[in-house]
Structures are given as structure tokens and as C-alpha cells.
């Protein structure tokens, strides 16, 4: 069983910035579109109503660890509960991780880091604390192995540091790898290499992300196209 750590954020603000193919990019007005968390015969719940509205900032960590022991104590939850780190900002951006890491620990429960892109991640050494603190499953926006793509197409400042934190992520927890792929750009041989770099340090699994530019493609937040120019690409 897991439960939900959600520390808030906005994407492209609470993540050093968007990412070239971030599709909260071109979000300009909340919309809600329902989700699996929603109540019976209604469209929108705190979940998916705060997802697209990109205003609320993180929350501190005091915060987050007084919400989880609510609902702990309300939901009276089995001993093996996975404490799920989410949020719409960037977990590894978040800071107030360790706090919270620290005050998840001593709670008894382990933690699964829900879908981080290692963006704010400067020196590698913090997974190792991470994992001190309980840290036993991660999701890891990849995008590629290669420092100089994640630079130039997920403006991340300190490229080397995240990917050698991916990869001591793989050495010592379960890590599930995620990658939008955009063609010509991460396909193809680049994303041989990526898998051939992941499957040797010990990932579980390699998620691929379909990229969706235009609304043919299947993009719902918005009329534009998320990286203009590729929008006659066929992306299949
Ligand atoms: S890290 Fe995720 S939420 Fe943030 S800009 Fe990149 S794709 Fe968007």
C-alpha cells in the first residue's frame, strides 16, 4: 500500500525552469479535467484540480509531515506503507527534502521519490543520505543519459551531477527510469545508449513517454504546440 507526501509546487517554476517539452508550458487558465481520484459523479478533486492551475508553491515540510500523520491516524495504514514523495513542482528541487525525508524516517515508514527529473540534484552525494533516510524506490525522469541533451533539452543546470545521482540511484534502490521521447532527438541509437547505460547500473525498468506536440497528437492542456516547429514531425 502507498500514501501520498504531497509537497505541492508548479511545474516550470518549482523545477528550475520548464523543460523544453513540459507540457504545463503553454498552460495559461485552470482547467479540470478529472481523474481516477475523483469522487463518484464528480469532475475534479484536490488531486487533479490543483495539477493544471499552477499556483500554489511548495509547502513547507512541517506541513506535509503533520498532513501524512493525519492521515495515517485516520486510516489506521498496515506497517509496510510506501510513503509516496509527489508533488507538481520537482521533488529534487524541493527544499525541504531532507526535513522531510528525516521526519518520514522517523515515522518507521520507507519512501518512493515520485517522479523527480534530478534537476535540482547539484552534488550526488545527497542520494546517499536519501537512501540513509529510507529513500527504497524512485522514479527518474531520464530523458537521456547523456549530460549534454538533458542541458540543452531539460535546461538542467548541473547535468553530470543528476546523472550520476541516476546512477547511484540504480545502485542502491529500485529505480524506475522515465523518458518523454521526442524523434531525432533521444530515439533511436541515443536511446540504445541510455537503455544499454540503465540496464548496466541496476534500473528496473525504463519507461518510454510518447511526446505529444499538437492536439492530433493527443495533447489536451492546450491549443499550442509545446515545441514550435517539429509540429509536422510525424511522431508515431
Ligand atoms: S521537471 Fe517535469 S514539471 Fe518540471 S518543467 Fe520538466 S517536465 Fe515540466
Known sequence: MQIMADVGGIPGKNCRGFCEYCYF????EAKIL???NCPPGQIGCPHCSTDTNMTRDYFPAYQVLSTLQTDIFQRNIPQDTM???????DISCYPDLLNLTRGIKDMGLPMHLGYTSGKGIDDANIVDTLINHGVV????TTFSTDPAL???WMHDPTPEASVEALKRFCESCDVHAA???IPGVNDGEELARTCENLESWGAKALILMRFANTRNQGLILSEKPIIPGIEQQSIE
Open 25 to 28: 508550458k503553454t498552460v495559461r
Open 137 to 140: 524506490e524512485t522514479t527518474y
Open 150 to 152: 538533458r542541458k540543452r
Open 34 to 36: 478529472g481523474c481516477k
Open 179 to 181: 523518458s518523454i521521447i
Open 83 to 89: 510513503v509516496n514523495i509527489t508533488g507538481d513542482g
